[in-house]
């Protein structure tokens, strides 16, 4: 190819922004030429380089924007603490369809017993499979919402979260909230309603959850709407830090015995 050739080529590419093609598309043609490739296959193998760089690119890209405490992860994660049934529930739910029903999970257990690291865990795969997941303590996330609903940008915000397939919000009804605070998250659940997928953990029972949404009537909307299409995992388990802390001791007991 002529200098001016490549330049023009060049151009384009840019233009498009096909910044990997650009890149490999000499590379790629020496090996065309090696291999005696169809000029369909020369465009399929350079085209499938510049798609596999943007899945890349965009995976990094969720998992920044996704605020998920990345050592949180399925490796570290050890499921034979899991009791069969939260086991199975739990790779039904790393398969990630149930994001494209908008089902939600509600995660409940005791503090400690590995509800917030396993709903990260799961978020980190299902942005692994190219969907978009927000993560945030309930705290955070009210506080958020009130800020927003003060400089009328509510709306605004509650749209911006809508391009999330997933939201997590961690430990709902650990901190008692006013009123005022309930409503905006109630409109954040509202306006998620069969449209995206909630993940939520908390170690309250629903049974407790007027302390969390104050009157009878918005507690029960909220339960019903979380719970119409809802995958529930009970990790009615003792604590992880605490267990093995109680290992660590009993292995310096063992070793101080020897
Ligand atoms: P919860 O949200 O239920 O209070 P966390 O998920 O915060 O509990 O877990 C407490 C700590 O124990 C975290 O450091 C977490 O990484 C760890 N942990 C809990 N369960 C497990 C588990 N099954 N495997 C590995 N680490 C765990
Ligand atoms: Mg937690």
């Not at 980190?124 to 309930?138: A, H, W, Y």
């Not at 629903?206 to 909220?222: C, G, H, N």
């Amino acid at each position: 190819m002529t200098k001016e050739n490549a330049n023009e080529l060049a151009n384009h590419l840019k233009e498009l922004h096909l910044s990997t093609v650009r890149e490999c598309y000499e590379e790629v043609a020496e090996e065309a030429r090696k291999e005696s490739m169809t000029f369909e296959q020369y465009l399929k193998e350079l085209i499938g380089r510049e798609c596999d760089v943007r899945r890349e690119n965009r995976i990094v890209r969720f998992l920044r924007e996704s605020k998920l405490p990345m050592e949180k992860t399925l490796e570290t994660f050890d499921r034979s603490r899991l009791t069969e049934k939260v086991n199975a529930h739990v790779s039904m739910l790393l398969e990630g369809s149930f994001v494209d029903r908008t089902e939600n999970v509600l995660a409940f257990g005791n503090p400690g017993s590995g509800k917030t690291h396993l709903l990260c865990a799961i978020g980190q795969e299902l942005i692994q499979q190219g969907r978009r997941v927000l993560f945030s303590p309930c705290a955070l996330l009210v506080q958020l919402l009130l800020i927003a609903k003060r400089d009328l940008q509510l709306p605004y915000m509650l749209k911006r979260m809508g391009r999330y397939d997933v939201i997590i919000i961690d430990d709902i009804g650990y901190v008692q909230h006013s009123r005022e605070e309930m409503e905006v998250l109630f409109t954040l659940l509202a306006e998620r309603y069969e449209r995206g997928s909630v993940m939520i953990t908390s170690n309250l029972p629903f049974s407790k959850w007027e302390k969390i949404f104050k009157d009878p009537m918005t507690t029960a909307a909220v339960i019903d709407r979380l719970v119409h299409h809802s995958i529930i995992l009970e990790l009615n388990i003792g604590s992880y830090r605490l267990e093995q802390s109680k290992k660590r001791k009993e292995g310096e007991k063992v070793r101080s015995a020897v």
